[in-house]
């Protein structure tokens, strides 16, 4: 499509992780792998937290929420990153480009809000125990959740309008396997400054209001700890809050790296890998951290995967 005196690009070309092509069928096999063993993890999750009534708790009502997104993160990107890998056909439509990105950001958004509010739950049960029945009552829970989701969106459509309104002139080949805003950025002849400044302070502040929470929430959470005389005792509060830590060290360990942070630092390899990291191997690790260690959980899931094979036999 031409505009004045330039040619404006109407598709892009995704290069994925490697050109070389002796590496295709060795990373379709690992993708293929991370991609069905992440969402047959969360999946479980999922179904062993609605059908067992022990754990119909905020807790695991918002760990339910976080594997669903954890679930659409990775279909936004991997579904498509196998095809192109088996593929010598790798273009994507503008349309379906910013499409990918705004879902990619929108889910991105949405475990950032969720682990905050998982943060929160923990700050209540354990330093509000006598109010946490009151506090986490089913109506806040659900209007946490929908508030989580429904700013994830509307966040993500602000960043994906930007993106659409950006003047793409060539080259239009994507140094990575998904659109995401660090690559389309750097493929734009418009002026991005307005796009870094964006990311830079709304996207900063989102990002914050979910870490303070956070960091507020733990500093409370261990000052109650550190007030308990038992050991054990302290040890069985803080083994509530430990799985949770985790996942929060992965997710903003990643994003941080990929997002705050000026555009004419971004590194192609480091990216790549980063990238891979929270779209596959985070959801992927996600059940796993939650199930090893939680023994609620565990057993949940134990009874459920018993039941499924008892049906089977019959």
């Known amino acids: 499509m031409e505009n004045g005196n330039l040619t404006l690009v109407t598709e892009f070309v995704l290069l994925g992780l490697s050109e070389n092509p002796d590496h295709q069928l060795p990373l379709f096999i690992i993708f293929l792998i991370m991609y069905s063993i992440a969402i047959l993890g969360n999946a479980i999750i999922i179904a062993a937290i609605t059908t067992e009534s022990e754990l119909h708790s905020p807790m695991y009502f918002f760990i339910c929420h976080l594997s669903l997104a954890d679930m659409c993160l990775t279909s936004v990107t991997a579904p498509k990153m196998l095809v192109n890998i088996m593929s010598k056909e790798r273009s994507i439509s503008f349309s379906n480009c910013i499409t990918q990105l705004y879902f990619f950001v929108a889910f991105l958004c949405i475990e950032s809000y969720l682990l905050g509010v998982m943060a929160y ?21 659900i209007l946490l959740a929908v508030g989580s989701w429904t700013t994830g969106f509307l966040n993500s459509l602000l960043h994906s309008v930007m993106i659409s309104l950006l003047l793409f002139c060539g080259p239009n080949f994507i140094e990575n396997f998904f659109c995401d805003i660090p ?34 929430s733990y500093i409370s959470i261990i000052s109650t700890i550190l007030r308990i005389h038992s050991n054990e005792g302290r040890r069985c509060t803080f083994s509530t809050c430990s799985s949770h830590l985790i996942v929060v060290s992965l997710y903003y360990g990643t994003i941080i790296f990929s997002y705050i942070r000026p555009a004419s630092t971004y590194s192609l390899q480091k990216d790549k890998v980063v990238s891979v990291m929270y779209t596959v191997v985070t959801p992927l690790v996600n059940p796993f951290i939650y199930s090893l260690r939680n023994k609620k959980v565990k057993e949940a899931m134990q009874r459920l995967l018993k039941r499924q094979l008892f049906f089977q036999r019959i």
């Open 121 to 141: 739950d923990r700050y209540v049960a354990i330093c509000k125990p006598f109010h946490y029945v009151l506090v986490m009552n089913m109506r806040a829970n």
């Open 183 to 216: 690559a389309m950025l750097k493929l734009s002849c418009s002026d991005t400054s307005t796009n870094e400044l964006l990311i830079l302070t709304e996207a900063t502040m989102m990002a914050m209001a979910s870490i303070l929470t956070i960091v507020i």
